[in-house]
Nanobody
Framework: QVELVESGGGLVQPGGSLRLSCAASGSIFSTDRMGWFRQPPGKQRELVAN???????DYADSVKGRFTISRDNAKNTVFLQMSSLKPEDTAAYYC?????????????WGQGTQVTVSS
């Protein structure tokens, strides 16, 4: 079983920065994919960024150049550094861990942390 706990959300003005953290407990492996998704009000959950164990990253086009994902495998923690925030970044942000077992996988989710970008 894996438990994910996010922190770092809050209210920030446009152009500001925030850093989200997600601490994972349980059976986490360096080969697991770790990432962040978000769900804006009234919309579906969408990918923000993923990072694989060897450091390969993947970003949504809307956040490229503004957000940076990183992970600390020793501490089973994934981070999302968000800069140049825009009102459209307002959403509940969810941490995700995808654990692979051969051709199959299992997803784990955190409880979410709210990010509000507003003046």
């Amino acid at each position: 079983q894996v438990e994910l706990v996010e922190s770092g959300g809050g209210l920030v003005q446009p152009g500001g920065s925030l850093r989200l953290s997600c601490a994972a407990s349980g059976s986490i492996f360096s080969t697991d994919r770790m990432g962040w998704f978000r769900q804006p009000p009234g919309k579906q959950r969408e990918l923000v960024a993923n990072i694989f164990g060897i450091g390969i990253t993947d970003y949504a086009d809307s956040v490229k150049g503004r957000f940076t994902i990183s992970r600390d495998n020793a501490k089973n923690t994934v981070f999302l550094q968000m800069s140049s925030l825009k009102p459209e970044d307002t959403a509940a942000y969810y941490c995700n861990v995808r654990h692979y077992t051969g051709p199959t996988y299992k997803d784990y989710w955190g409880q979410g942390t709210q990010v509000t970008v507003s003046s």
